[in-house]
């Protein structure tokens, strides 16, 4: 394929603005619009390559496309997707609530909660989730039984620490705790983007700091914590195919794995799989989006023209930066890596 | 009729770190009163005025809000601080209005005035309702109650602010330069809620450079400098023949 030839006809293609149109009230601007010649060649360019790839794709045998028709629905993945979508959803809420209240015990200023929260971190931030899914797997190993009790004295109830929990809500506990040391970074930086004047406030109204907290600070730190705790959903949706570590293997790509390897094609599953990622992170991205508008109440409400529709809202609503200045880093790990 | 002073400050002084910003500031404010507070940035009005609902602690003196102590509790001849909620009982009386009005950008006017009574006080939210309605009444702002800040001029930001405090019902006001983040033909409007507040008979302590206000609103007027009250009486006479030096030269830039 040569690009080049179709360079000409496409620079030609931008439709002439037609702004003949006047009216009797003052001089009507009649402007020729900007053309962008290059910027229209690359997007033929671009969408003829798109068109040749999927072209291609769809005749690759090793596609084996009947195959990803024959098991996208297939019931053991739907099982598994949905399996993968509670991990995601049980251990986030969890993470978020946690993650909140290790935040605002790290600002608040009693200096047990500080060390306790700083101390949380450093250890589930330091060491590799896969590491500490493995740890919560060996659970059970580590401290067979699980006492409720007082010390020193015979445990009212012991309980075979095995029973008391499955590898599905190890594999949660695991994700969440982990989960919850970023959250609470994201949350800290949203906390400490809010004015001082807005807690100065609510103390002057004779509000405790607690209730400034709940009520004002994170009302407000919301609005910029909620984009990047959307990535932290979409990257959980993905991390939860570690959970074979704990060893969980009833998530989506686990069991597509497993699924490959009895059916000797692993590509159509892989797939499959990706389908499903994809389709879940779509629709958690536009919850995003519901949830970004709910929060921006009353703030850059002085700015009618920010009216974004759905589409051009969807496009931007995952880690794109805004123009606030005040944003804090959208990765919290510092490192750029997952 | 009760005559226990509102404000009694006895050689207050605050400092930060090695900073000292208030020099042994004695004053007293009565019932009703409304004092000005003047002087050039930096010499400690904010200060003084947070000291007031302790959003800042003194270091050393005396400084009592109705009789009571600031933050303290007085036992024997030893100062017990006081536990947070305690502190925060006392804040409640005292409204406090701001430079940059800080109101709470996520609620709306009516929602901003009704959130300490609801919360603090544990009004009914019919009540609170009520009572926001009336002062937003009062202030002048009936037509905003379902507004955003953001949707507010700056005067009207200010008069909602206002009203937020007095819906608190405090026997105390203090206004930290309420005007001097406004445009100057929003000035006004704000000034006139303050001086309808002064005539019903409010006590109110206010930092500005506003000296008309102080000239026809103010029953006395402080001049502070460099952390020290450098000099004080009736407004109309300060204003008109300052005896200190640093007054005549503060004024001479401001007037
Ligand atoms: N939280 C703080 N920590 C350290 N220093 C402070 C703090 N608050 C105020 N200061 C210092 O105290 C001094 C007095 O400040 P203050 O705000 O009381 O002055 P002011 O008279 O209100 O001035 P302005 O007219 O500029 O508002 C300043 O030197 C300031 O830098
Ligand atoms: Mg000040």
């Known amino acids: 394929m040569n690009p080049e030839s179709l360079s000409g006809p496409a620079a030609g293609a931008t439709p002439s603005p037609d702004a003949t149109h006047s009216s009797s009230e003052g001089a009507a601007i009649k402007s020729v619009k900007l053309r962008h010649p290059i910027r229209n060649v690359f997007a033929v360019i671009i969408v003829l390559l798109a068109v040749a790839f999927v072209y291609d794709a769809a005749l690759r045998p090793a596609f084996n496309w009947p195959q990803v028709a024959k098991y996208v629905f297939d019931r053991r993945i739907s099982e598994a997707a949905f399996n993968t979508l509670q991990l995601t959803v049980y251990s986030m809420v969890i993470a978020v609530l946690l993650g909140i209240l290790l935040a605002v015990m790290r600002l608040s200023p009693n200096p047990v909660f500080k060390s306790l929260s700083w101390f949380y971190l450093w250890v589930f931030r330091g060491t590799p989730v896969y590491v500490q899914l493995t740890f919560w797997g060996l659970l059970s190993v580590i401290y067979p039984v699980i006492d409720f009790g007082l010390p020193f004295v015979d445990p009212f109830i012991s309980l075979p620490t095995g029973d008391a929990l499955n590898v599905f809500q190890l594999a949660i506990i695991g994700l969440a705790l982990n989960e919850a040391a970023y959250i609470a970074e994201i949350v800290r930086a949203g906390i400490l983007s809010v004015d001082r004047g807005q807690d100065e406030a609510a103390t002057a109204l004779g509000m405790s700091w607690f209730q400034s907290m709940a009520r004002v600070i994170i009302p407000q730190s919301m609005r910029v914590i909620i984009p990047p705790v959307g990535n932290e959903v979409i990257s959980m949706l993905k991390t939860t195919s570690l959970v074979t570590a704990v060893p969980y293997s009833f998530d989506l790509f686990t069991r597509s794995r497993d699924i490959s390897a009895e059916a000797f094609t692993p590509i159509p599953l892989f797939l499959v799989a990706s389908i499903w990622y994809l389709a879940f992170t779509s629709i958690l991205m536009i919850g995003q989006y519901f949830l970004e508008k709910r929060f921006a109440r009353g703030i850059g409400a002085a700015q009618p023209e920010k009216k974004v529709t759905v589409a051009t809202g969807l496009v931007t609503v995952v880690g794109s930066p805004s123009d606030d200045a005040s944003e804090p880093p959208r990765d919290p790990r510092g490192d750029g890596t997952r | ?255």
Do not use: W
């Open chain 2, 1 to 255: 009729m009760n005559d226990t002073p509102m404000v009694e400050a006895d050689r207050v002084s605050k400092s930060f770190g090695s900073n000292q910003v208030l020099r042994s500031i004695s004053l007293t404010v009565k019932r009703g009163e409304v004092m000005c507070l003047v002087g050039p940035s930096g010499s400690g009005k904010s200060t003084f005025l947070r000291c007031i609902n302790h959003l800042e602690s003194v270091d050393a003196g005396r400084l009592r809000v109705d009789g009571a102590l600031v933050g303290y509790r007085e036992r024997g001849d030893k100062l017990h601080e006081l536990k947070p909620q305690e502190a925060a009982l006392q804040r409640r009386d005292i409204g406090m209005v701001f430079q940059r009005f800080n109101l709470f950008p996520h609620m709306t006017a009516l929602e901003n005035i009704i959130e300490a009574p609801l919360r603090v006080k544990r009004m009914s939210r019919a009540k609170a309702i009520e009572r926001a309605t009336d002062l937003l009444a009062q202030v002048g702002l009936d037509d905003k109650a379902a507004s955003y800040p953001a949707h507010l001029s700056g005067g009207q930001q200010q008069r909602v602010a206002i009203a937020r405090a007095l819906a608190m019902d405090p026997k105390l006001m203090l206004f930290d330069e309420p005007t001097s983040a406004l445009d100057p033909e929003l000035v006004g409007e704000v000034l006139d809620v303050m001086k309808q507040l002064a005539k019903e008979g409010m006590t109110m302590i206010v930092v500005t450079h506003e000296m008309g206000f102080a000239r026809e609103v103010a029953d006395s007027l402080v001049f502070m400098d460099g952390g020290v009250v450098v000099e004080s009486g009736v407004p109309r006479e300060v204003l008109a023949n300052p005896q200190h030096g640093r007054t005549q030269s503060f004024l001479s830039k401001v007037l």
